[in-house]
């Protein structure tokens, strides 16, 4: 898409804003504002104000880019809420502003309360200004501010592993404030054309979601079925397993396995260990059925690590605990590594006898035949929940092929999902490319580096001017 800039710019005095429309107002936030507020600290609202409905607590998580995020909602009671913390309130075209951020929400980030939202509040470290309708649209507000949160809202914050803004440095934060109509028109504008890449980048997750299926579709028949279809089946006894080739035996995992050792978790630094350190791998190195060195915490120099622990090629490791049940039982073979790093308490390191090779047991364990046996253990409850044992571990089923058979299993799955995380990959590149031209487009739009106003003209909606007007 090709659109015209402005005739004439001027200074913003504003790093990120750069160059904006000559006839653009340079503001603060808190100028725009007829209210302000941020959310009750200490105990003003704590865990034992939350209720199973009532009024909606605004956290964090609610407030996304653009956008306002209903997944996962708290509640405090309706009572409490009429009588102590009204005015925290939040109604329907407020401001929402992130106080607090990280890597993967960015400070300053901001949205506009929904329509549906019902009685609400902001908790600590949001914010909601209440935007003057004569001054400004709050959903431009909220697109600008987003847009330079990467920027503004980082040079203006403190903390080191969390970014945080108080509200009266977050009311000092610069807009750019165009006319009200082409505020509208801007937004009309974004809304038709970030619709279009959020409807490509559906299509990409879609993909990857079809692709997932499909890798573990594969290498779930391979380890229960074979790969000859003529096979003759028999039933193997077993209910998640169903038909298995008549050749094949199925036993217990205790007949497979020859060895368990768990490691050590001491309280390790919150890096990951550099050349020459020590380091104790994180449950999460073993996601996916893949192994990730890099997910270790450094050992600090004063403990002495123990070397029966470290890792080495060729060893087999299972994820014993995770905070995410479906993580749990991650099994993964060790192709390379570094020197030094040690096996965690949460990690199983698995001995297998000769009747089974490490390949093909990594994959078996990774099927679907043995992710319902692991899930059925996680939810029988007596203090196994996302902690999987050693007594419950051998007494699943597997398929046992013959060994030739394994090693040619092995290489077809290997092979097969090879294709298929290559067209994940894929998939991911696209659909971060399209994340880039989305907040790229935003960004040119709401700083005036592109014209949008004849473009919005002829966009069917409206809906942002009927939005203002209900507001005037």
Request: hydrophobic share 40%.
């Amino acid at each position: 898409m090709s659109l015209p800039k402005y005739p004439h710019y001027k200074p913003s005095g504003v790093q990120w804003l750069g160059d904006v429309p000559a006839h653009w107002e340079i503001t603060s936030l808190g100028r725009l504002a007829k209210e302000r507020c941020d959310g009750p600290f200490g105990s003003g609202l704590t865990s034992d104000h939350y209720s199973e409905e009532g009024a909606t607590v605004v956290r964090l998580q609610n407030i996304k880019a653009g956008s306002f995020h209903h997944g996962d909602p708290a509640y405090v009671a309706l009572d409490y809420f009429l009588q102590e913390l009204q005015r925290h309130s939040v109604v329907p075209g407020d401001l929402l502003v992130a106080g607090l951020g990280d890597d993967n929400n960015l400070l300053g980030r901001a949205c506009v309360a929904p329509e549906n939202l019902g009685p609400a509040l902001v908790k600590a470290d949001c914010f909601r200004f209440r935007i003057d309708s004569d001054l400004a649209y709050p959903r431009f507000v909220a697109f600008q501010l987003s847009a330079g949160a990467a920027f503004d809202a980082g040079m203006m914050s403190s903390g080191t592993t969390r970014s945080r803004i108080p509200l009266g440095v977050m009311s000092t934060r610069k807009v750019a404030n165009p006319s009200m109509d082409e505020q509208i028109s801007i937004v009309e504008f974004l809304d038709h054309e970030t619709a279009k890449i959020d409807a490509l980048i559906a299509e990409q997750e879609k993909l990857i979601h079809l692709l997932a299926e499909k890798r573990q579709a594969t290498l779930s028949h391979a380890v229960t079925r074979g790969l000859d279809p003529a096979a003759p089946m028999k039933d193997s006894g077993v209910a998640w397993l169903g038909e298995v080739p008549a050749h094949w035996s199925v036993c217990s995992l205790r007949r497979v396995i020859a060895a368990i050792e768990q490691g050590w978790s001491p309280e390790c630094h919150a890096r990951e260990a550099e050349a020459g350190e020590w380091g104790v791998l994180k449950a999460g190195c073993l996601n996916g059925g893949v192994f990730r060195p890099t997910e270790n915490k450094a050992l600090p120099p004063e403990l002495t690590p123990d070397t029966a622990y470290e890792v080495r090629v060729g060893d087999v490791l299972m994820s014993r605990a995770s905070g995410s049940p479906e993580l749990v039982g991650s099994t993964a073979l060790v192709k390379e590594t570094r020197p030094g790093l040690m096996l965690s308490d949460k990690i199983f390191r698995l001995r297998l006898r000769a009747v089974m090779t490490s390949r093909y047991f990594v994959t078996a364990l990774n099927s679907r035949a043995l992710r319902t046996q692991i899930e059925n253990a996680l939810s029988g409850g007596n203090g196994m929940a996302n902690n999987l044992p050693q007594s419950n571990l051998l007494t699943f089923s597997i398929p046992v092929p013959t060994m030739a058979e394994q090693e040619e299993i092995s290489d077809f799955v290997e092979n097969e999902t090879a294709r298929l995380d290559a067209l994940r990959a894929e998939a991911e590149r696209a659909i971060a490319l399209l994340k880039e031209r989305r907040a790229a487009l935003i960004a040119a739009a709401v700083t005036g580096q592109i014209d949008v106003r004849q473009n919005s003209e002829i966009l069917n909606g409206g809906e942002a001017r009927d939005a203002v007007a209900a507001l005037s």
